[in-house]
């Protein structure tokens, strides 16, 4: 089945798709995105997605291509027509098209948008249940990882680094071993006196929308949650240590490099947090598109 493609005001089908070649976005990454989860039928983290796609285009002093009614007819119908249960949609607004110059163009030009869909959410059950290993790689990114801009080569690089090593992620850390987070999900860990710990979110992460939900649920179960930075050192010699985001769900680490976390098996808090986790999303109504 052909995928469609919402671009600049037409659906059409992906493989008929395309943006110009003066793109703001194609020529210096003047782009911001969001991916939500589709969990059957109906948008994860609606709210918070939308409410992060608007801050990341204040950041870059970019205008809203829609209001968030129409983007929203725009996302209902990319998920109607592409008939998800559970996938993915993915929004993309680039500042627009203009001769390349790198300063801003003239309020005349419009932003670009793209929406796009895709089939599967989430990693298998059993990925989660075996726990997966990761790799350490030095967060190379700039100064401002809270704005979601599609400017993801560094990401990129740690993400192929973890793949080269068979690693599930590359948990990324500054010259000081301080983890922010990892190439593509959010970093946690659990103290030996079970304190859920995760940084901050300041400018050295993406605030991950399913980090925010995971907080609030650990905290309703009672769990003591922690928001600071902490050490690769930490890491290693954590009790549990986990990751989250919008594909990643609540994801149990049982290797970092070549050393097992623990006892090597899926840390039993990160495995409650999933299943509390997933438990919210079955719950999911048609207000999920509410915002
Ligand atoms: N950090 C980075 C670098 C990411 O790319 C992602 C995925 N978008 C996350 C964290 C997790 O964010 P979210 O929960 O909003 O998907």
Redesign the pocket.
Known sequence: MSHIAYVNGRYLPQKHASVHIEDRGYQFADGIY??ICIWNGLPV?YA??LA?LNRSLAELSMRSPASAGALTLILKEIVRRNHIDKGTIYIQVNRGVAPRAHAFPGEGVKPSVVVTAKHGAGSPESVAEAGVKVITAVDQRWDR?DI?SVG?LA?ALAKQAATEAKAYEALLHTSDGTVT??????AWMVTPDKVIVTHPATQA?????????VIKIARAAGYQVKERPFTLAEARKAKEVFL?????FVMPVVQIDERPVANGAPGTIALDLRQRYRAFMDGLTETAWNV
């Open positions: 969001e991916v983290d918070g997605h992060r990882c979601k993801l990401n987070e990892a190439s593509v999900s959010n992460i993406l605030g991950g929308i399913t980090r925010a939900t989250t985001g919008t594909t990643t």
